[in-house]
């Protein structure tokens, strides 16, 4: 039986953060359960892209420091790192105030950058995967999910923060090769089952909602979870922000290949009471994402979520297509001059939704055209 702590934190107090870190860590045993002195230990954060922790866009700096130091606390030799979706680690990590931390404590920045092929002959949908050098060259892995809605995989918790061990350049071709969201959440979790990271700690403090994962509104959960189980984790996450944990594709097929469990029955929640802790205005900007890339050109049109831009909001940075992974780009300037709003060629937008994920204005945004809401209301259960 998979066990998931559940501690109440109110705020990003460091006090606060490392009684709750602390007292999770104990419940399940204490770091020396899974680290040996003298082991080298990475930890993934989340570090999307370059915001201040009150952007609620990353891993708070409190929650990656409280674990820091109970690992170094029981003798294990820190490094840390991310692939960010945009910028350099360095400066995503400076900026959401992770290097900071990190420099205090004398923890070195992993190599995030370059990789090499490692084959995953297990795997579900994928048989091999370019893992960071910084990712290998360390004996185990800590994941630092933030809880985030996410346009393609609804929410970005504990099995997707893995995709960050990929270097940066080489992830769009994931979304490029795996537009369907069933393939790229299978993906996902052959990653998880190739890194197996030893812990997943949560952090859910204040967490994202809307437009995530990272335009979205910070949303206060008050709340950090911990368990060595990914699926276990995410389908607690789920339900406490009052969504079906067997419609989060990456919970779903996390169960079916083995990863872990997300029925009750095979969970035992341990820590404070979830019936306290239960979020029921959470705004999961549930999406029929299920849809995109089956079908022809003119179903994904009518029914699957489409990116749109705000042309009032845009400040025609191109960031969005420098980030498609579509050639030509779905998005594009309209003019030589590049004055002009980019514009989507939707008969070539994959949905994706990279260039939701990345916009740093939050001028894109989710559609969903009338019939694919219908099928929303009419065909998904709660």
């Known amino acids: 039986m998979a066990k998931v702590v559940l501690i109440k934190c109110d705020s990003y107090d460091y006090s606060s953060v490392k009684k709750a870190v602390g007292r999770g860590l104990e419940l399940l ?18 570090l999307l892209s370059a915001q201040p922790p009150e952007k609620c866009v990353t891993t708070h700096p409190a929650v990656f ?20 979706a945009l910028g350099n680690p360095e400066r995503v990590a400076r900026k959401a ?54 346009g393609l995989m609804t929410i970005t918790g504990a099995v997707k923060n893995q995709f960050g061990c990929i270097p940066g350049p080489l992830k769009g071709e994931f979304h490029l090769r795996l ?31 809307g437009n995530g994962p990272q335009n979205g509104r910070p949303k206060k959960l008050g709340f950090i979870l911990m368990s060595t189980d990914a699926v276990a984790l995410d389908a ?62 003119y179903l994904r049109n009518a029914v699957v979520p489409r990116p749109t831009i705000a042309e009032k ?13 579509v050639k030509p780009p779905a998005v594009d300037w309209t003019d030589p001059d ?10 070539r937008c994959i949905r994706c939704y990279c260039c939701q994920e990345v916009c740093p204005e939050g001028a894109i945004t989710l559609y969903t055209p009338f019939l694919g809401r219908l099928l929303h209301r009419t065909s998904l259960p709660s």
Not at 313 to 325: A, F
Not at 338 to 347: E, I, L, N, R, V
């Open 338 to 347: 590049k004055q002009a709003t980019p514009a989507y060629q939707y008969d």
């Open 29 to 46: 045993g204490g770091c020396r359960v899974w680290v040996a002195e003298g082991e080298k230990i990475l930890l993934k954060p989340n």
């Open 97 to 150: 105030g992770i290097m900071a931390v990190a420099e205090e404590l004398g923890l070195e920045l992993a190599d995030f950058r370059q990789g090499r092929d490692v084959d995953f002959p297990h795997g579900s949908q994928n048989k091999k995967f370019t893992i960071a050098n910084g990712v290998l060259a360390s004996d185990g892995l800590v994941s630092l999910p933030k809880l985030k809605t996410h």
């Open 313 to 325: 909001v845009c400040t025609r940075c191109g960031t969005c297509i420098q980030m498609c992974p």
């Open 236 to 297: 607690t996450a789920c339900r406490l922000i009052g969504l079906n944990p067997g419609q989060v594709l990456t919970v779903k097929y996390g169960q079916e290949f083995g990863l872990g469990s997300y029925h009750e029955g095979d969970l035992e929640i341990i820590g404070d009471s979830r019936q306290d802790l239960v979020v029921r205005d959470f705004d999961a900007a549930k999406t029929r994402t299920a849809l995109a890339g089956r079908g022809s050109r």
């Open 179 to 209: 537009p369907q969201p069933e393939d790229f959440a299978r993906m996902l979790v052959d990653l998880t089952r190739l890194l197996s990271p030893r812990l997943f700690v949560m952090d859910a403090v204040i967490a994202m909602e």
């Open 65 to 84: 420091r409280a674990v820091a130091e109970a690992l170094l606390e029981a003798g294990a030799v820190v490094t840390y790192g991310d692939s960010p």
